[in-house]
């Protein structure tokens, strides 16, 4: 089992930048394929990002793409979430995840089995 636990939120004003971390601890890291999700205010969670297990594939939701940048360090047990040029559309409560699943990458919540706390990411127009 793998414990994770999100930091870097806060608030910004549009244009800006905030990068989330993501600590992993309890297995094997470089096991699992890891993810950032986001929840907004009265709507459903939505995949963000996500990363194969090698760091060497990356998929991205088409509302962020060229603007945030999904990483991982395995030697140091986090995966990261660099998020630039941020409107205010990007408010929402971030989780990342982890999935063990055969696949090499996804973005289907359902595959993810481990979830952080979330953090919070405040975009001011």
């Known amino acids: 089992q793998v414990q994770l636990v999100e930091s870097g939120g806060g608030l910004v004003q549009a244009g800006g930048s905030l990068r989330l971390s993501c600590a992993a601890s309890g297995h094997t890291f470089s096991n699992y394929v890891m993810g950032w999700f986001r929840q907004a205010p009265g709507k459903e969670r939505e995949f963000v990002a996500g990363i194969s297990r090698g760091g060497g594939r990356t998929v991205y939701t088409d509302s962020v793409k060229g603007r945030f940048t999904i990483s991982r360090d395995n030697a140091k047990n986090t995966v990261y979430l660099q998020m630039n040029s941020l409107k205010p559309e990007d408010t929402a409560v971030y989780f990342c995840?982890?999935?063990?699943?055969?696949?090499?990458?996804?973005?289907?919540?359902?595959?993810?089995?481990?979830w952080g706390q979330g953090t919070q990411v405040t975009v001011s127009s």
């Open positions: 995840a982890a999935s063990a699943r055969p696949a090499e990458i996804t973005s289907r919540a359902p595959d993810y089995g481990y």
